[in-house]
């Protein structure tokens, strides 16, 4: 990869002649690994030109950086990074805490909390990775996708690849989602109602800004999604965690004052439980009589590979109070950030003019591809490979737990990708899932889907998503043993 020209300019700091200060502007950049051995310099003509200075200054510096093997010459070709120059050191160039900025007085005592899990990078090497939520390449349909993305690239969509549409959406998007998606939760909407966004998270992020904050008083699921819960803390709301059971979020332990309830019916985060029809109408009835509002997070609900879903909580809504979040990314792959707000209009109006304020609107081309992708039957191509594969792997992992003893705390009715877990009582699941690693085995620890500063530390979350069901064998077979041996 050739260093261009503009690469370098004159430090009004240096001293010293335009020769040396030349020489040290290249010393200085392969020092700081910015230039790399066998990267070709630019030629002594162009750097002279950029630099406003006579070719034979550049010649004389490149000749005294061949003499020290920084650089090599390689006749016509040019000048290159030799590969015996000084390796940058391994340290940073500008270490933490240098400058003069009191960084800690302008940010505040505040902290952001995490986000809950973090995985390894090279998580896809692992032969055992049962995590949650990747894509599996042996199942995604990356042909079609690729070809939806070079239609979107097309003159006819050059509108909407390139234009700044403010905070509108892909027109085409919106209609499947109005037609085709939200039909098959029951629930009927309008453009005006629809809000496309940066995946779940950024819909609920948008939600949590608009109906919590400073004096409010929210509630959310215990255990439960901990990015959600970060988004609520960092509104500055009192938090109301409601522990779930067998059927998830009871609606009778909602305390008085709560303004808003954020919880998962269909597929509850993380335990996978489903909320019952007699228990959803009850918290419609008693969102209706107090007052308040419930964000339904409907994430899988498109693998119901054991049997149909139940409707979803908005679809029972007959008095505008569901505001319902939807997803994309986690059916097609997480990367693609794209997911959908569905709410009364005033609602939709206010989170189209806060998401106008911070990003106007997620990519065009994105939402075109993934318009045809839609549109053009792939995505449900995709929908009935994935259930099946995941059927199949549910399977696998049913025998290999019973198999060797483990025991399920939560599983979802209808499929879904995941089972929530539970070790013996005392054992460390996050201590555990540090020595599974050196095995090739990843698990999720429990302990950050509850709200508690002193969490249940037995929990765990098996996914099979992203490991083929030849693998789930073994892998159930080293958590055990794991597990067994403490």
Not at 46 to 58: D, E
Not at 113 to 123: Q, R, T, V, Y
Not at 268 to 275: G, I, K
Request: with cysteine.
């Amino acid at each position: 990869m050739p260093i261009t020209p503009d690469s370098f300019f004159f430090d009004p700091s240096t001293e010293g002649t335009l020769q040396a200060r030349i020489r040290q502007m290249v010393a200085q950049g392969i020092l700081a690994g910015r230039f790399r051995p066998g990267e070709r310099l630019p030629s002594s003509r162009k750097l002279a030109t950029h630099l406003g200075v006579s070719r034979i200054t550049v010649t004389l510096a490149y000749t005294e950086l061949l003499a020290d093997d920084y650089i090599t010459s390689r006749g016509r070709s040019g000048y290159f990074v030799s590969e015996n120059a000084p390796e940058p050191p391994a340290f940073p160039a500008n270490p933490a805490g240098s400058g003069s900025v009191d960084w800690p007085r302008l940010l505040g005592s505040s902290t952001v909390p995490a986000l809950g899990h973090s995985k390894p990078a090279d998580w896809s090497s692992y032969r055992f990775p049962f995590i949650y939520g990747q894509a599996d390449p042996s199942l995604f349909d990356a042909a079609n996708w690729r070809l939806c993305a070079l239609q979107a690239l097309g003159k006819r969509d050059f509108e909407s690849l390139t234009a700044d549409q403010f905070d509108a959406d892909d027109a085409r998007l919106v209609e499947f989602i109005v037609r085709q998606t939200l039909p098959r939760r029951g629930i009927l909407a309008g453009p005006s109602e629809i809000l496309v966004t940066l995946g779940a998270q950024n819909a609920l992020w948008l939600t949590a800004q608009i109906l919590a904050g400073p004096g409010r008083h929210a509630a959310l699921e215990d255990p439960g999604y901990p990015a959600l819960r970060s988004i609520l803390t960092q509104t500055g709301c009192t938090l109301h965690p409601i522990a779930v059971d067998a059927d998830g979020l009871p609606p009778e332990a909602l305390p008085s004052g709560v303004s808003v309830v954020f919880t998962t019916p269909s597929h509850q985060c993380p335990t996978s439980t489903t909320m019952s029809l007699d228990r959803r109408q009850a918290l419609l009835d008693l969102a209706e009589a107090r007052d308040l509002l419930i964000v339904e997070d409907d994430y899988e609900f498109e693998m119901s590979f054991l049997k149909p879903p139940s409707p979803a909580l908005k679809s029972l809504d007959r008095s505008g109070r569901v505001i319902y979040v939807g997803s994309f990314s986690k059916s097609i792959f997480p990367g693609m950030r794209l997911g959908y707000l569905v709410g009364p209009e005033p609602f939709i109006r206010r989170a189209r003019a806060l998401r106008a304020s911070i990003l106007r609107h997620p990519p065009g081309h994105v939402q075109r591809t993934a318009a045809y992708f839609l549109s053009l039957g792939h995505y449900d191509a995709l929908i009935r490979r994935t259930s099946r594969a995941f059927h199949d792997r549910r399977k696998v992992m049913d025998r290999a737990i019973a198999e060797h003893g483990l025991t399920v705390a939560g599983l979802g009715s209808y499929g879904g990708s995941s089972y929530w877990m539970r070790a013996p009582a005392g054992a460390d699941t996050g201590a555990l899932a540090a020595r599974l690693r050196e095995d090739g085995v990843l698990i999720e620890p429990g302990a950050p889907f509850f709200a508690s500063a002193r969490p249940p530390s037995q929990f765990y979350r098996l996914a099979y998503s992203s490991i083929p069901a030849a693998r789930i064998p073994e892998g159930v077979r080293l958590i055990a043993a794991a597990i067994a041996g403490g």
